[in-house]
């Protein structure tokens, strides 16, 4: 059994993820973090959340602290602490602010939970997930961002409506960076098994249609509900089920690659990986050569941003 602990708990991403982690079997102890000066709705959403179990029949014992130090002895950490952005804003403007509440949150967790693995949700979450590595001082299979998963899961959606199947029978991937640069795999799409380009309907597919609408759909819910909520909580459980049940999918998150993917790499970007009890790992991937050049753009975007946060964060200090 195993104890997640979520921080940014009081806000939108964090209180629903609580929700839907609660339903992991494996799940036996959940801790919510939250800021100094938040206890009461800690303390509320602890209750609300403890009715919500007792209508389902979960049975997860339920906790909340504004001191990080009792993320001791988690398996998984969750951060979701953090500025979201205004539908006007880009990912990227956020990073320099959310950096330093992760570098901060980092540190102390390297120091309280040694041997937990370090789930980044904060935006941009790949420069994130680089920060989070570096401050903690983790191991790199210890560290992911929530990555491309989500967008993967967005067009997967479009596809099976386009060609009206279950959403389970579709196979997609997104790749590199989770925001514009971020590049589809068309290569790796089947439906049913079979190779999305082998299909009869294939040739009118409204591809660059699809990929701007998984582009645009963040900034497009903020603008009309305030904020992404359901999405990014339900993709967070996915990856929390798939650790905690060492079920070893694979799924495409943000994660340190050295240089696995057609020699392109040293930055922290949305790969596909083996995800374990153990952590996260890389599949060396042979792509088509489009899309070598998009991943590779992506890759030097987000190590440039990567870069200029890490100096800043550094004269910061
Ligand atoms: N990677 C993804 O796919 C994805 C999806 C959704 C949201 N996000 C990101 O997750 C983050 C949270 O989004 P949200 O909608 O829940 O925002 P929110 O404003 O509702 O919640 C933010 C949380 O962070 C906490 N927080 C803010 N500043 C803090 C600080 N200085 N120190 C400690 N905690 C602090 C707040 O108390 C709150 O609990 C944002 O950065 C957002 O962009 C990422
Ligand atoms: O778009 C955002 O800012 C939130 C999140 O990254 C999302 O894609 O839902």
Redesign the pocket.
Known sequence: MAKVTIL???????TFAAHTISEIPYVSDMLLV??PG?EHYLAGCCRDLSDSFAARGTDVRLSYSTDLLDAEGSDVIIC??????RADQN?ND?AFE?AQ?TAKTAETIGQCAPDTLLFV???P?DVMTAVALKYSGLKPRQVFG?GTH?DSMRLKSLIARYFRVHVSEVHTRIIGE?GDSMVPLWSATTIGGIRISNLPTFSGLPAQEMIDTVKTSGEAIIRDKG??VYG?GEAIATLVRTILGNENRILTVSRYIKREIHGIGDVCIGVPARINRDGVFPIPLSLEEDEIAGFAESVEKIRKITAEVMERLEEAR
């Not at 940014?8 to 964090?14: E, K, R, S």
């Not at 979701?80 to 952005?85: H, I, Q, S």
């Open positions: 940014g708990a009081t806000g939108n991403v964090g939250g800021r938040r979701t602490a953090g500025v979201p952005r990912r956020l959310n509440i949700v904060t935006n979450v929530l989500l989770h904020a992404t990014p």
